[in-house]
């Protein structure tokens, strides 16, 4: 049974599926790959058109009747969450009336947004890699960062409003849960076992093996430069990529159960 398979082409989804889709470890497993920007991953999950995707925590809590998640692949941690930045200094209490961009309506960023400033009225939705051009520019008055942005943004003269990630870890006590791997459950149980233990080993196989994977990370990374590169597999691959464990779970569970309290609502 072949499968639609998708994940971004960031440093750290890349780093860890290589192996798997490249032949470097065995399986029994046939797919269909597709990159793209978590968002549009999101979007395909929300509509039931990918069987096994990366997607946002956020955007889980909206299918999770359809779909799993695996317990390997997440992308949680502490200290590598999104950031709010503006051009210039903000006052807080103006924050409600600002024009902020987000990468996504369904990505945990704009969650997390939403988690630490419940009263904002307006975001408007941009590509991820297209955010801090949109502050600089003055399409908007502030924005939040995710991905590689997060090691630019201060050569770029922006300004940090807050750490959204360090926002959910002092109120929760939880690591941030970014983004996870998941499958939908109308597929085989026997396909989603296989795959869990396809996409732990290709996991061990980056990590014992980083230099392996630098080709087909280059080849999606575009004009990142190595040294970012590098940052970007250490900041969002860790021990909670390889297993979730029940902290992991944990704070995911701990995104539902915020969401649900929250009527469902995104931002």
Same mark, same amino acid.
């Given at each position: ?37 978590? %968002? ?182 575009? %004009? ?35 969401? %649900? ?7």
């Amino acid at each position: 049974m072949k499968f639609t398979l998708g994940f971004s082409p960031c440093p750290n989804d890349t780093f860890i599926f290589d192996a798997l889709v490249n032949g470097k470890i065995a399986h029994n497993l046939q797919f269909d790959v597709l990159t793209a920007d978590v %968002e549009e991953l999101n979007r395909l999950a929300l509509t039931g058109k990918i069987d096994i995707t990366k997607m946002s925590v956020h955007a889980y809590a909206h299918v999770a009747e359809e779909y799993e998640i695996c317990e390997s692949g997440s992308a949680l941690g502490r200290g590598n969450g999104p950031l709010f930045v503006s051009r210039t200094p903000i006052d807080h209490s103006k924050i409600p009336r600002l024009k902020i961009a987000v990468p996504g309506q369904y990505t945990t960023a704009a969650f997390l947004l939403k988690y630490a400033f419940p009263t904002i009225e307006q975001t408007v939705v941009y590509l991820f890699s297209d955010i801090e051009n949109a502050i600089l520019n003055g399409e908007v008055d502030a924005g939040v960062l995710i991905h590689e942005s997060r090691f630019t943004y201060r050569n770029k003269g922006l300004q940090l409003i807050a750490d959204l990630g360090k926002y959910w870890e002092t109120t929760t006590c939880q690591p941030i849960p970014l983004g996870c791997i998941a499958m939908r459950k109308s597929l085989p149980a026997n396909l989603r076992r296989l795959f869990s233990t396809a996409l732990k080993n290709s996991i061990l196989f980056a990590r014992a093996n980083p230099d392996s994977s630098s080709d087909y990370v280059r080849m999606h990374a575009q %004009e990142m430069c190595e040294e970012i590169t590098t940052q970007h597999i250490a900041m969002f691959v860790n021990d909670f990529t390889l297993a979730l464990g029940e902290e992991g779970r944990g704070a995911i569970q701990r995104v539902l159960q915020e969401i %649900e309290k929250n009527g469902g609502k995104t931002v």
